[in-house]
Structure formats: structure tokens, C-alpha cells
């Protein structure tokens, strides 16, 4: 399974930013996935996740009502929509997938599968 984020990029507090990430495959309608982001000399953290058919999702305390997952399993690929960014959002962004069920699922160290990580910056 390869997966390539996109759609990072450099913006002002309070903007919007749409990630991407399309993944390799064709049993993407099987995958849990999820975003996690990495911050400078920070460890990497769990941002949000989603099941493999949609029906479930996750979040990070940090982002819930502000960020929301979804996918598109006919194009291979989930989202990340983000409203209302801080300068702490500030970080690189990773996708990453494991096969199956996955519960909970912010659990990084059971995605087997990690995208390249594209960058956020959120200027105050």
C-alpha cells in the first residue's frame, strides 16, 4: 500500500486547508485510515481516523469541532477538512492505513502503512 498526502501548505490563523491523501490498491474500501501530524521536536500525534466504511470516525481533542475526516472509497482517498487553524496546528501531516477494524483507532503504532507527510503552517 502506497499513500500520498497533499494539499498542505502555508496559511493565517483562522483559514481553512483540505488535506488529501490517495492510497494505492484496490481493497482501499478496507483499510482503516487515519491522519496523524508531527510537530518540531514533538512527538507524533493522532489527529483523526476513520473506519473503513465511514460509519466511524476519531479525533484528537485538540481538533474536534474544527477538523473533520471523510473518504471516498470509489477515488481511493480521504480528507482531512480543517476550519478555524491555529498556529498550534502547525506541523507536518501524515496519512496512514492499516487492514481492517481497528479500535480505538487513534492507536499510531497499528498503522502499518504511512504516507510522506505533507507540511502545515499556520502563521498568527
Do not use: H
Amino acid at each position: 500500500v502506497q499513500l500520498q498526502a497533499s494539499g498542505g501548505g502555508l496559511v493565517q490563523a483562522g483559514d481553512s486547508l483540505r488535506l488529501s491523501c490517495v492510497a494505492s490498491g484496490r481493497t482501499f474500501g478496507t483499510y482503516t485510515m487515519a491522519w496523524f501530524r508531527q510537530a518540531p521536536g514533538k512527538e507524533r500525534e493522532f489527529v483523526a481516523a476513520i473506519s473503513w466504511s465511514g460509519s466511524r470516525t476519531s479525533y484528537a481533542d485538540s481538533v474536534k469541532g474544527r477538523f473533520t475526516i471523510s473518504r471516498d472509497n470509489a477515488k481511493n482517498t480521504v480528507y482531512l477538512q480543517m476550519n478555524s487553524l491555529k498556529p498550534e496546528d502547525t506541523a507536518v501531516y501524515y496519512c496512514a492505513a492499516v487492514i481492517g477494524t481497528l479500535r480505538p483507532m487513534n492507536q499510531r503504532d497499528e498503522y502499518d502503512y504511512w504516507g510522506q507527510g505533507t507540511e502545515v503552517t499556520v502563521s498568527s
